[in-house]
C-alpha cells in the first residue's frame, strides 16, 4: 500500500483494457551520483526482495480503495488473488554502479510491473545513497573505522535501521542503533552522552561509576565542561584509580565538540604521558568526509570517527534519484522498445530489452567499462571489442585482453524468487573488493574521471531508429 | 528497540546506582532553523505519544540484550516490567517553533527519561523538518495547491507516509501516497506516468483510453514526446473528442519537463483558444520555495504544483537537529540545575525545570516574543514586563498591552497520556493560524528578521550562576 495513487489507477486502467497478460520492460536506472561522485554504491535488493515476496493486498486495502470510487470491481477482485509474475534482474548488493544503466530490470505483465515502481525506487534509492555516502567517508578515514551514529536525526524509523545496515555495506564498522544489530547483527556500539556525565556531581564522579560498572568498555565522553582542563585529567585519574589495580586497559575518550585536530593532540600528548599511548580517541560532531580528510591532513590524532546526521541522511545531497522507466512492451509476442523524450535531453530513455556487463582488465582485475546491450547480445570478450562514447561516438576505444562480467542477476523467474540473498558479511566484503577494482581517479572524491557506460552498437542503432521515427511523427 | 545503544548501557548504569527513581528533567530543542530560515514548525506529536503509549520490551528484546552481556539480570527484569511514568510536555503540532527554546520537557525517573531520548528526537526531528520546508513551499506559492509526490525519493518508507503527514501539517493539499490517505485521510491524487503514455502505441491514444476510463479526472501528462506540438495538440482533440460530448470538463494537463514558464504560458493560449480556460495547468520536476516563487514571479501560468524529493527529503538543508539535554536532577527532593558548557559555545545549554511563553499584541494578535522561565514562575501581562536578549542583554523591549499564552501543554502525567490528540485538520488549520500571527520579516526566505527568544531574569541570573560556579572549580 506504500505506493502512488496513480501508480493504482494506472494498473486498473490496464486491467480494464485487457492488459493482465500485457508484457512489458521497466528499467530502474539514475542519472546523477550524489554529491558528483565519480560511483554510486547500490544497496536494498534484500528488502526489495522481501517486500515483493509478501506482496499482496488485505480486505482492509481493498475496502480503501472500493471506497475510491475509481476502481472497477473486477480489477478489485484481480487485487485480491494477486500473485506476483513478474521476471526481475538486478545487479547485486555492494556494487560500484554508474547513471544511465539498467540496475533493476522488471519484466512481467504491465500491469504488475507498474503497481511495484514505488517500492523498488524508494527502496533501492535510499540504501544506494547511503551506501554511497559511507563508502566515501570510509574512504576519507583510510582504514580508521567509522561508527555510525545517525539514529536520531534519521529522517524517520526505518530511515535509522535501513540506513545502519547501508552504511555497514559501505564500509563502517558499527551502529549506534540496537535494533540494527538485534535485526541485522550489525555491531552496535555505544558510550555515554553528556547527560551521564552531568547527572553525577563532578565529571570525575560519572567516570568513576561508569568505569567500576563497564570496565572492560571504557569510552569517555570528556567535553561536557573543558576537554584539557578537566575532562581528560579526570579520565587520566579514573583509568589510574580504577582499571589500573584491575589490570584493565582502558578503551578510547570521545570528544564531541571544538577543534577536534588541536584537541586531539593535545589529549593524545596527556595520554601518552600519563602511559596510555594504547587508548584510543574518537572524534565525533558533525563530520563528514571532507571534514575527516582534512583532519588527517591536520595530523589530528583520531583513531575512530563517529558520524550523524552527515552520513545518515546524506546531507550534502540527500536524494538519489533513482527512475523507473518502461522500456520495451510485448506486441504480437515480440518486445517493442519504448522512449520517453520528454523536453529535457538528458531525461531521454534508453529503449529496448537490455543487459549489463562490466568490462574488467584480464591482469589487473581493474574495470575499465561498462557496456549496456540488447538483452540477447552475446558479448564475446575472445576477439577485440570496440567501444565507444553514446553521445560523443567519435571517442572509441578498442578492447583487448579483457573479461566481460554480467551484473545483472535473475532474482525473481515468473513472481518467484530465485536469488539466495548473500550474508550482510558477504555483501561489505564484496563492496570493498568491488570499489577496489576501480581507478583512482573515478574513486577521487572532487571531479572524478567519469567512468565509461557504452552502449553496445545494436542498442545504440536501435535507439537513434526509434529517435528518428519519433521526430518524424511529430 | 529503536534506540541508541548508549541509552541502555546509561539505563543499566543508573539503575545499578540505584536511581530507578531519581527524578531528572530534559529538554528537547533545536540550535538551527533550516534553510536558515525564520522559524520552524513543530510535527510529529501524534507519533511520538502513540510510540510512548505502546513502550515495552518483549522477550526477544530481553534476549537479545541478555546475549550481549553487558546488562545486569535485574536491570532486565525492570525492563520485562517497564511501566512508562515520566510527565511530557509539549508544544502543540503546528507551532512556529524558535532555536533555543524547548520544545518537549520530559521529567520523571532518569532511568526512563534517559530510554526514549532516541526515539522523540528522531520522531520529531523528521516530521518538524517536512512541516517546515512545506511551510515555505505553500508560501512560495501564494495560495495554489501544492501536492506532495515524493514517495519515491523519500529516505526510506515511514519518511514516505510520516513525510506526507507533515507536508499536509505544513500546508499541503494532498500527496500521491495511497497509505498516508488510507492511514491519515489525507487526499491522495495521481494522473497518469508517461509509461501510461509510452505503452500506447500514441499518445492520443493514450490519451484517449485514459478518456474514457475517468472522464471526470482527466489530468493528461503532455511532456513524454514535446510538449507543444504533440502533448497539448492530443490533450485538446481528446478533451474535444471524448469528453465535450459527454458535457465534462477536463481538470487539467500536467507539465514535467522543460522550460516550466514558457511552456505553461504557450499551453495556457493554447487551452484559451480552444476554449479550455477553466482547464488547470499542473507544474512538477524539481521544484522547491525558490523556483516556485521565480515562476510566479516570471509570469509563469501554474495553477497547481507537484513537489517531490525537494520537500520529502527537505533537500535543501534534509537534518532537523533536535537535541535533547539535561537540564535539571532531583536531589534531596529539590530540582537542582545541569548546564554543559562544552568547547563550542553555541552547544552550551539552558538549566533549570522551565516553561515556554508567547507574547502577543493583545489588539493585532501578532506573535512578539517567546519567553523561557522558570517553571514555577508566572508572567502577569497586567503590568509592563521588560524582556532582554539573553546574549546581547542591553537590547531591551518593555511590553504593554500583550497577552502571554503557555505554548507548553501538558501530555503525559505519570506516565498516563491526559493529551486529547487533535485531528490532522485541526492541527493543519491551527498551523496557518500561528504562521499568520508572525511578522512578515521573519517570514522571509532569506536574511529573516530573527524572532526573540528571551530568559526571564531568574532563568537569566540561574544559568549565569552556575556557570560561574563550573567555571571556578576548573
Known amino acids: 500500500m506504500l505506493t502512488d495513487f496513480y501508480e493504482m489507477t494506472m494498473s486498473n486502467g490496464y486491467f480494464e483494457y ?19 561522485a565519480g560511483f554510486a554504491i547500490f544497496a536494498g535488493l534484500e528488502q526489495l526482495v522481501e517486500y515483493l515476496r509478501n506482496l499482496e493486498f488485505t480486505p482492509d486495502d481493498l475496502a480503501y480503495f472500493r471506497e475510491k470510487g475509481q476502481f472497477s470491481e473486477a480489477f478489485l477482485e484481480y487485487l485480491a488473488n494477486f500473485k506476483f509474475e513478474c521476471d526481475i534482474w538486478s545487479v547485486k548488493e555492494g556494487t560500484p554502479v554508474f547513471p544511465y544503466e539498467p540496475v533493476v ?43 555510525e551514529f545517525g539514529s536520531r536525526r534519521a529522517q524517520s524509523y526505518d530511515a535509522a535501521i535501513l540506513g545502519a545496515r547501508a552504511a555497514y555495506i559501505g564500509g563502517c564498522a558499527s551502529t549506534a542503533c540496537v535494533i540494527a544489530d538485534r535485526d541485522y547483527r550489525i555491531p552496535a556500539v555505544g558510550t555515554m552522552a553528556h547527560s551521564w556525565v552531568q547527572l553525577f556531581d563532578s565529571e570525575y564522579e560519572a567516570f568513576e561509576k561508569y568505569a567500576r560498572l563497564y570496565p572492560d568498555n571504557c569510552v569517555f565522553l570528556v567535553d561536557t565542561y573543558n576537554v584539557i582542563k578537566s575532562g581528560i585529567p579526570n579520565a587520566i585519574k579514573v583509568f589510574d584509580k580504577i ?40 572524534a565525533t560532531n558533525s563530520l563528514d568526509e571532507y571534514i575527516i580528510r582534512d583532519l588527517i591532513v591536520q595530523g589530528a590524532k583520531v583513531d575512530m570517527f563517529g558520524v550523524g546526521e552527515n552520513l545518515i541522511t546524506s546531507k550534502s545531497d540527500p536524494v538519489f534519484g533513482g ?110 573488493h568491488q570499489v577496489d577494482t576501480l581507478w583512482d581517479e573515478v574513486k577521487r572524491f572532487e571531479h572524478p574521471h567519469r567512468y565509461y557506460v557504452d552502449l553496445s552498437s545494436e542498442l545504440w542503432n536501435n535507439r537513434n531508429i526509434l529517435l528518428e521515427e519519433i521526430n518524424n511523427i511529430q
Do not use: H
Open 18 to 36: 485487457g492488459f493482465t497478460e500485457r508484457q512489458a520492460v521497466f528499467d530502474m536506472f539514475f542519472r546523477k551520483i550524489p554529491d558528483e
Open 105 to 147: 530490470i522488471v519484466k512481467g505483465p504491465v500491469i504488475q510491473a507498474q503497481l511495484i515502481e514505488t517500492m523498488v525506487l524508494l527502496t533501492i534509492n535510499y540504501q544506494s545513497l547511503v551506501a554511497t555516502k559511507a563508502n566515501r567517508m570510509c574512504r576519507a578515514a583510510q582504514g580508521r573505522p567509522i561508527s
Open 243 to 282: 582499571l589500573a589495580p584491575q589490570g584493565i586497559r582502558p578503551k578510547a575518550i570521545r570528544i564531541d565538540s571544538g577543534d577536534i585536530a588541536y584537541l586531539s593532540k593535545k589529549a593524545r600528548k596527556m595520554l601518552d604521558a600519563a602511559g596510555y599511548e594504547d587508548v584510543k580517541i574518537m
Open 323 to 432: 527512475v523507473y522507466k518502461l522500456a520495451a512492451v510485448e506486441k504480437d509476442g515480440k518486445f517493442v522498445p519504448r522512449i520517453k523524450i520528454s523536453e529535457s535531453i538528458e531525461k531521454i530513455t534508453t529503449p529496448c530489452f537490455k543487459n549489463l556487463y562490466r568490462f574488467y582488465n584480464k591482469e589487473t582485475g581493474q574495470a575499465i567499462a561498462d557496456y549496456v546491450t540488447m538483452r540477447d547480445e552475446t558479448v564475446d570478450t575472445s576477439k577485440p571489442i570496440t567501444i565507444f562514447d553514446p553521445v560523443a561516438t567519435w571517442k572509441k576505444q578498442t578492447l583487448t585482453n579483457v573479461t566481460a562480467e554480467c551484473l545483472l542477476t535473475q532474482v525473481f523467474e515468473k513472481g518467484r524468487c530465485v536469488y539466495k540473498l548473500p550474508e550482510l558479511e558477504e555483501i561489505k566484503a564484496y563492496c570493498a
